[in-house]
Each structure stands twice: as C-alpha cells, then as structure tokens.
C-alpha cells in the first residue's frame, strides 16, 4: 500500500519511505499548495527528528518560509496554522501507529485538511518524478515554539472540575506536553514524558492492552473516569469509574450539549458508524445530527459546509466549529471532563449520566480481510434488503442499512486492506443472530478477521463464529 492515505501520508520508517522522501516531499509542497509559509511541527519518535530536518529543507530549498514549533500535539499545529495565517503546515507523526512507523499530517490555509483527494494524489506524482527548480531564493527558517500560547488559548475552555477523581493516560505521547496545565493537580498522571519508542505501552487506546494500566489504576483508586490520549493528541477516550471503556461516539451527546445551551437547534456532525443511540439522545436535545464519511479529512470539510457546531467519530476524533473546524483531544477531554464534573456534583455517576445512550447491543467495529470488498458488500446488502425495504439507507461511505429493530453499517477501510462491520440491535440476542447471518455471508469472501478493540487476527472458515 503507498504511503499516500485517504488522509494522510504514513507508513513504516527506513522500509515505506526515508528522509529523502521527506526531502522530495518538502521541494514539491510549496508548489502544490502555493504556499510561502509553512508552519511544521513534529512528534516524539526516533525517526521524527530527522524527517523535520529533511522536510524543513527540502521547503527552504522550495522557497518557503518556515516556522517550527518542535515537538508539539498535532492539535496545537492544526490551531496555529488558522490562527496565524499559514499557507500549509506540515505535523510529522504517526499517531496511533506502532513506533517504527512515522509519517506527514498536511494542512493548507485555514487548516483545512489535504487528502487523497485533494492534493495527496498529485503530491505522490509529483513526488515521484522530476524535482522542481531550486528557488532563486532560499526561505527561512524560524524557531517559534508555541506550547504557552497553546495552553492559553485553551484556557477559557477549562472548566471546573473540583470534586472529580481522575487519571489521565498520556500514553508516552504528545499530550504529556499539556496536559497538567490543562487538567490540574488534582488527576493522576500516568505516562505523560513523551517517548517515542512508548515504552509503557502502544499509541492507540482503541487496543485494549493498551488500556489495562489506566483501567487497574482507576479502580484500586477508586477514580471517577479515566482519560486516554493516542500518540499525536488529536484523540482521547473514557474509561468509566469501573475502568470500562466507553464507546467514543457515546460520547458526543455529551459534548454537544455544551453547546446547544448557548446554541439551541444546532448541528452535530457524526460519522456513517454511529449509534441509534447517539442520534436519539442528539435529536432530543434538539440538535440536528448529521451523518457523514468516516475520517478527519472528509469531518473538516463537511463541518465548514453545514455550519455544525461540533461532531465526533466513533475513532475517537471530536470536531470544533470554535476550533477552527478541526479535531482537538486535548478540548474534547475539556469539554467532557466539564459535563462530567457537573454531573458528578448532581450525584450522577459516568456510567448513570450515559445510561440514556447506551440504550442498544453494539458490536463495536469488527474488521475482515475480504478478497472483493465491493463484491462481498453487494452480497450482504442483496440479502438483507430480499428480507425487507430499511428504513433507510446511506451509501456514500459503504453502505449503511437502518431497519426497525436493528441495523448495520458496512464499508471498506480508508487506512487498511479491511471490510468493516458495526451492528447495533435492541437486545443482545438479535444482535447475535444478525452478525451470525452477516458473518455468514462474508464467509466467501474472508481471509482472516481482526478485532479492532484487541488487535488479534484469527483465520475465517465458511463456519458461522460469534466473538465473545
């Protein structure tokens, strides 16, 4: 697979790319973004400082200006480039991947987000033919470091969170840069130096591993919620006061709701995988959900065009209009911390204050390596629409069937070779059936199945098998 995502550029270092890519990738971005400043940051991996030089030089050989801010959250890059005027800017990090892989978050003006489609495409052509001429003048390069005006800039966004027994897991990653200064003495604070080898354990609290830490501390401490961020920030997830995870899409009635005291009717942007659940709660509050592409490139775009307030992704990725239509973790976790906080002094608890959301048996999203991912979606979807019409049907992202009692979302992955399965029923029994149906049908077409929330792979055969 190139390195060239749906959303951006990212694979394994010293065997998927070097930093003579980041070099080529630095001569060929002014041109392609025509852009004259560029403001770069970078994350804590081994391979991240010598991708920034090569980057950062291949743009001043271009004739752009840059301004580095060293290590930062990818959030705080995503901040500054609309705040201050960029052209493009440029956060060098994986994420959530594991640490031998590395890779280039691109922004241009506006901090709107450059995909595959458009400008990753013709960046990988470019990439890969004829270099441009050297600028007749070479750009600068500046040191602007900006954690301080970060932490200010969020800073009305801090709320009171007096009474609530918390840790906050910053998972070795970039959020350790912020986050006592956002969240306080009074949490817990667990892996919060970065290191990019994260030796304490992976990037992406989606794995369950990767939660077991935060999860034993809460409880032998008795805590009111657990915090999680992935590697670059641009994420963050829940543990409940019993150290369960919480789905993220859970979460964005919750967050939500901060605005729509101050902005009655608005509306909130979620992805094609989210729950009934979440919808209903949304649609009493009297929000407006709207469902959309799955991934950060196509939220942006789509949050600018209809004019929402905030959204969420069950990835874990929240959407602010009031931060420049971009995913921030750190003020989600603000902002969920807050509702949270207040709840608590209600005398409600995490897990009683989503209880009206958690209404519906959800499978979480369950990944298939399938062979013919168009042909196995079509077969699914012939079969469940001979036994009745949905309710409705969605399609611009796989396809998304709604019937009475139950539905399914289906669709291949944007990042990886896999077919992607979320069901949600109203009890757990029909909840099983179905995905023993589905699971049936997929069958012929399936080489192996991962679970998203372990991480484990385990082959398929013809035989219906249900996950525990």
């Known amino acids: 697979m190139s390195i060239f995502r749906a959303y951006d550029i990212r694979g394994e270092f010293g065997r ?41 030089r291949g743009l001043i050989e271009s004739g752009a200006d840059v301004d580095d801010l060293g290590l930062a959250t ?9 705040r201050d005027g960029y052209d493009a800017s440029v956060q060098i990090t994986a994420s959530h991947n594991p ?45 602007t470091p900006r954690r301080d005006a970060f932490i200010d800039f ?41 290191d990019g080898r994260f030796p304490h354990h992976g990037p992406n609290p989606l794995e369950a591993g990767n939660r077991v830490q935060l999860a034993a501390l809460i409880r032998e401490q008795r805590l009111d919620v657990g915090v999680i961020f992935d590697g670059d920030a641009d994420r963050v997830m829940f543990l409940d006061e019993a150290g369960a995870f ?13 605005f729509l005291r101050t902005a009655p009717g608005a509306i909130v942007l979620c992805d094609i995988r989210t729950s009934r659940g979440v919808i209903e709660a949304l649609v009493a509050a009297g929000a407006q959900p709207v469902l959309w592409k799955v991934g950060h490139a196509f939220a942006k775009q789509k949050l600018r065009e209809i004019g929402a307030v905030c959204g969420g992704e069950l990835a874990g990725h929240y959407y602010f209009r009031d931060f420049f239509c971009c995913d921030s973790g750190e003020l ?26 958690c209404r519906y048996a959800n499978s979480g ?24 019409a949905p309710q409705r049907e969605l399609d611009f992202d796989g396809v998304r069937l709604d019937f009475p009692e139950w539905w399914i979302s289906l669709r291949p992955s944007n990042t990886e070779p896999y077919l992607r399965l979320i069901l949600e029923a109203d009890t757990p029994a029909l909840l099983a059936a179905r995905r023993a149906q589905v699971e049936r049908l997929l069958a012929p077409f399936a080489e192996q199945r991962q679970f998203a929330d372990s991480g484990r792979v385990e082959q398929m055969n013809s035989a219906t098998r249900t996950a525990n």
């Open 365 to 388: 999203e369950v990944n298939f390596a399938i062979t013919r991912k168009a042909d196995a979606m079509a077969a699914v979807r012939a079969a469940l629409l001979a036994e009745t």
């Open 246 to 258: 919480i789905q993220p899409d859970y979460l964005i009635p919750l967050i939500a709701g901060r």
């Open 154 to 194: 969020l800073r009305p966004w801090i709320p009171d969170l007096s009474g609530l027994r918390m840790a906050v897991d910053c998972s070795d990653g970039m959020a350790g840069l912020v986050a006592r200064d956002l969240f306080g003495r009074q949490a817990l604070y667990r892996n919060d130096t970065p």
């Open 16 to 56: 998927e790319f070097d930093n003579d890519t980041a070099y080529r990738i630095g001569r060929c971005l002014p041109g392609l973004l025509d852009a004259r400043r560029v403001l770069v940051g970078r994350d804590a991996r081994l391979s991240s400082a010598g991708l920034h030089d090569a980057l950062g």
């Open 99 to 143: 640490p031998a892989h590395n890779g280039f978050k691109i922004s241009r003006a506006g901090a709107r987000p450059v995909g595959f489609d458009t400008g990753l495409a013709e960046l990988e052509r470019r990439v890969a033919g004829d270099l441009p001429p050297l600028a007749a003048q070479a750009g600068r390069l500046r040191q």
């Open 332 to 357: 989600a976790a603000l902002v969920v911390l807050g509702e949270l906080a207040a709840a608590h002094r209600r005398g409600l608890s995490f897990r009683q204050l989503l209880a009206p959301v």
């Open 74 to 82: 990818t959030p705080m890059v995503y901040c500054f480039t609309a």
